[in-house]
Structures are given as C-alpha cells and as structure tokens.
C-alpha cells in the first residue's frame, strides 16, 4: 500500500513539475476554452494567447473589443504552436487604404513567419486592382493556392474565414464557400508549384515540419480589424520543436 501511495504521489510530482515547466515555457500562458472545446485565442479582452501581444502599442484593441495593427511593427504570434487544427477568425478591411494582412499558420520561426509557414491572403482586391482568383487574392494560400471561387464580402463588412490543417491537407473557407483546397504532398520543390508555376518560398512547402505558431500580418498597418479568433485541435499531435531549431535541419 505505501510503495502504491509513493509511486502516486511521483506521478503527481511528475505531472505538476512537466506542467510548471510547459508553463514557464508558454510565459504563464495558460489556454482558455469556450464551452464548445475551442481555445480562446482573442475574444476581444486582451493579448493572453500571443507573445508580446500589444508591445510598444504596435497592435491595439479597440472600444469594440476588435484587434487590430496599430502602427508598423512586427507581426502577432501566438506563444503556443499547433499541428492539426481548425481555426476561425472574423476580419474586416478599411477601404481606399491599400489594406492588406493574413493569417499565417504552422510558422516555424515567428521572426521569419513569411517564408517558414504559410499565409492565408487577407487583401483588398479592388484596390490593389487583384482579380479574385489571383495567386495573391483575399483568401488565397498566398502563392500557393488561388481561390477557387468569389467569396468576398463588401470592403468594410465582416468576413468570416475557417482554415483547417489537418497533416497533409490544408482547406480555407471564408464566409461559408470553400475557395481553397491544398494537399501538401504535391509540393515537393522549393520555388515550384505543383504545376511548374514558380513560388516565393525558399523551402518545399511539402517539406517544412506540419506543426508551428499562429501569425497575425502587421502590413504596414494597413487598416485590418480581428475579432472571435478561436481553434480546436483536430488530432492529439503534439509539437516537437520550439522554433529555435535551423529550419533547414527540419525538412522532411
């Protein structure tokens, strides 16, 4: 009885060191659930979920409880990575402003989030004079993807965007219409898509580790406005690397 007491009692020991240790890592962060399962990433309160979130007043929150690029700086990243996951957030542009952001995901390296993960286009089509199947549209995998259809909502007006990573296959929604399908298996080549057109990325995108944190694009702050930005993992995966490690050491 005692020898089963003391091995109970390291398995706690053991448990509340690993999670004090998890947690220093993450800053303290502790995630919050909705009561549907999701994180919290922003509910309009505070910077909780992101690292350095609202440092030097480069991202703010409105009086609406709206995130948003506040002056140029670097973009937001969250302080946990993710592998497979579901995450939904709403944004809407400013008009006439050339505004432009995205939603990167499974970045590796949070300080070199444009070419160590992959962005989801958030844009204004009109402005920039961008068709909206271009391979840098609203909505698009930006050079990877286009958007298999026109699902954008009036500049000004709320658009909401599901993007869904689940291993090898990568799938955008925004505002109901699936515009995006992408298997990453078929990009095999670095600056080369699966159809011979070239891309920007220095690495097979196929390649790069499936797992990584969550970016928010400061572009310039151009006028981009966030709000109910949520995600539930899809699988028990866990991430195996910090974002420390040399990206080219990690190629699969």
């Known amino acids: 009885m005692k020898m089963t007491i003391t091995v109970a009692l390291l398995l706690v020991v053991f448990a509340t060191t690993a999670w004090a240790e998890d947690k220093e ?54 302080r946990q990575r993710y592998c497979d996951f579901v995450i939904e957030a709403d944004f809407k542009l400013g008009p006439k402003a050339k505004a432009n952001s995205g939603v990167f995901i499974r970045v590796h390296d949070r300080r070199n989030d444009v070419n160590t993960g992959m ?27 286009r958007p298999a259809v026109d699902a954008n909502k009036a500049i ?55 797992e990584g944190f969550i970016c928010l694009q400061n572009y310039n702050a151009t006028p981009v406005w966030f709000k109910n930005i949520r995600l539930k993992p899809l699988t028990d995966r866990k991430p195996k690397y910090t974002g420390k490690e040399p990206i080219d050491q990690l190629l699969r």
């Open 25 to 78: 890592a993450l800053g303290g962060y502790q995630p919050r659930l909705d009561k549907d399962g999701w994180e919290i990433l922003f509910d309009g309160k505070d910077f909780a979920a992101w690292e350095d979130g609202g440092k030097e007043g480069t991202w703010g929150i409105n009086a609406d409880g709206e995130l948003y690029p506040a002056k140029p700086g670097p973009d937001l990243a969250t």
């Open 119 to 145: 962005e989801v286009q958030i844009l204004d089509n009109g402005d920039y004079d961008v068709p909206c199947n271009a391979g840098n549209a609203n909505g698009a995998l930006y050079d990877l993807v």
């Open 156 to 210: 000004g007006e709320w658009n909401d965007c599901r993007i869904t990573a689940n291993d090898n296959l990568i799938t955008i929604e925004l505002n109901g219409k699936e515009v995006v399908k992408a298997d990453l298996n078929c990009w095999s080549k670095a600056g080369q898509n699966p159809d011979g057109a070239h891309n920007k990325f220095p690495y097979a995108i196929g390649s790069l580790p499936r």
